[in-house]
DNA sequence: TTAGAAAACGAAAGCGTTTTCGTCTCTATT
DNA sequence: AATAGAGACGAAAACGCTTTCGTTTTCTAA
């Protein structure tokens, strides 16, 4: 059907070998032939085969990429959705191309390893926040080179944001604000993130010498408007109701301010509010939320940067790069 | 290095065409002879190279996407990523993985179209609201199948929201409300839900018989927050200032109600708004923003059935699929 | 003019599959 | 006992490319 080598060397009359030679820069070439065949590849429409060429040379260029949809999130999640951007902008240049997978292969469930081994990927990323996944761990420990996002790990290059500085701001922030009860709305304890922004503001709060009752600490869930809203209930009916409250995403602290306001309270008037993720919204509700922002462009490049290295074979070990964040001030927190 | 299927076929004693035919589920091999090869392919880990299998059987089993990063938003824009991720799941079952790529192979810029051949994929499916692009059109104009979302285009098929409904829809509601000085904050012309809702609501606001001045249709630029709240301004300063505002995304809407308020006015009271998505953050923001909502599921899914038929030959003609959208009403309009 | 070096080119193997068609061995039928 | 047919299996070609290494041609210098 398409044309291939073979057409190109019977139209211009030389072998396979010098018009494959011409397609590679092959030095051993002479000018002329060099351009006719150019020519004739151009007028014929000829492009080569990726399978044929990959087949041969063992090179896909092409990255796989698992994101994480047991949450339900997946791709809408803009978090992901703008590392995963800058991520494919990056390795574009270096003519990468990116696989989405599904884990099984014709009928039966494989798992991604061997769904990527079998599409024969130079690399894989994942973007995932969640510890204890079987499948991802096979893919860590494999010989595929592979840069994970959000996630710690010891067998594999790492990439996440520095959550204990982002705590450890936000804290910062509300104490210069006067502010000593502050409440934490967690995470969820399987998502690293929410582990260690819990650990965080554990470890800020001791270091700033501030005393925080076990029950200032609630576990807003996934992530949810509807877990931060029910993690603020809580805190609400509370004898000694913090004066402020930071929460593990933008998303939980939107859930908390509604539950604040539907309690005929302000903020941040009665009840400071700090968020984390500085969503695209964030800037759009009322009071425009305080927040942490993650670095998801640096994130979603130097992920790529750090993948293509390894594949390049130009890292030595694991890579682990911890990037900053910075705190977003906004309207939803004021002095006590 | 891996594990091929001549291995195979030398661990278990057979040729490789009977091992190949194992694994294809040829019916002429014996039951021993099948759990044989099945127990060592097991054992040894063996895993076809899709590149060796793609190559002789011309079928890749993968699925190639563009999405247009022009505007700047790409996968960030929710309503791609939500119709990309419906999309993935339903082609999934199928066996078939997504392939992003890039606009260039190696060092040359070559254009969707080629690389989309030299990356052998099965199909397109192209997620885009702009028109008059020249690399998408040849896509298009190919023999790949292929299917394009939320753009019109007679040359192959397409699937999208009704957007003359949603307008209608939104303007019913309205002049129900009794409203008659209704405005409409236009999104690019350029794109084809701009030109498509704008025309809707000139068409229903002649059938439902209001008089709509030239002044009260202004272009909000490329569905941004900014574009929405410069447009309301031009709106706000006109001698006879609208009393309902129907905007073309939700985006401007905010946009639109910023500037609003900043005018010291009030939403809904003094202006009504209705916006058009539903994203996200739409029931989020004070007041709740009522608008048109695109049944993103939907078009994800039925866009991957749509190219599935195609790629199997099943559709006769090309299919174009218009799907119905839905009024969210929440508290962003008002009874004048 | 000629030997030797450099430049151009091609033959062929190999990459890992699928698939057609042929061969061989049984079993069942007459 | 002979034979037709079914059941199992394998040889070999094909898919489109890269790459090594050898061969031929052309050029340079003595």
Request: charged share 25%.
């Amino acid at each position: 059907m398409a044309v291939t080598i073979y057409d190109i060397a019977k139209a211009t009359g030389f072998s396979i070998t010098t018009v494959s030679k011409v397609l590679n820069n092959y030095p051993d070439v002479g000018k002329k032939t060099r351009e006719k065949i150019l020519k004739t590849v151009d007028e014929m429409g000829y492009y080569p085969s990726s399978y044929a060429r990959t087949l041969t040379t063992k090179k896909s260029y092409t990255l796989g990429v698992i994101y994480m949809e047991s949450l339900g999130i997946g791709l809408k999640h803009s978090f992901f959705s703008a590392i995963i951007q800058s991520f494919k902008q990056v390795v574009e240049l270096e003519g990468y191309d990116l696989l989405f997978i599904a884990n099984k292969i014709g009928d039966e469930k494989k798992s991604y390893l061997d769904h990527f081994k079998y599409r024969g990927v130079d690399g894989v990323v994942v973007f995932s926040s969640e510890n204890d996944d079987d499948e991802l761990e096979k893919v860590i420990e494999s010989d595929l080179p592979s840069v994970i996002v959000d996630l710690d790990s010891a067998n594999t290059n790492v990439i996440y944001s520095d959550n204990y500085q982002g705590t450890e701001m936000a804290l910062k922030y509300l104490m210069a604000l006067g502010h000593k009860k502050i409440a934490h709305i967690a995470g969820h304890q399987n998502t690293f993130s929410g582990i260690e922004r819990m650990k965080g503001f554990l470890k800020a709060t001791k270091q700033l010498g501030i005393q925080i009752p076990p029950s200032y600490i609630v576990n807003g869930g996934f992530f949810s408007v509807e877990g931060g809203k029910e993690a603020m209930q809580q805190l609400l009916v509370l004898s000694e109701r913090p004066t402020a409250v930071f929460a593990s995403s933008d998303t939980m602290a939107l859930g908390a301010m509604e539950a604040i306001k539907e309690a005929g309270l302000r903020v941040p008037e009665d009840i400071s509010i700090i968020g984390y993720d500085n969503v695209e919204w964030s800037d759009y509700i009322t009071p425009k939320l305080t927040t942490v922002k993650q670095n998801v462009d640096k994130i979603g490049a130097d992920a790529a940067k750090i993948l293509l290295n390894s594949i390049n074979g130009k890292n030595a070990s694991y890579i682990k790069e911890v990037v900053p964040v910075s705190l977003i001030k906004r309207d939803s927190c004021s002095e006590l």
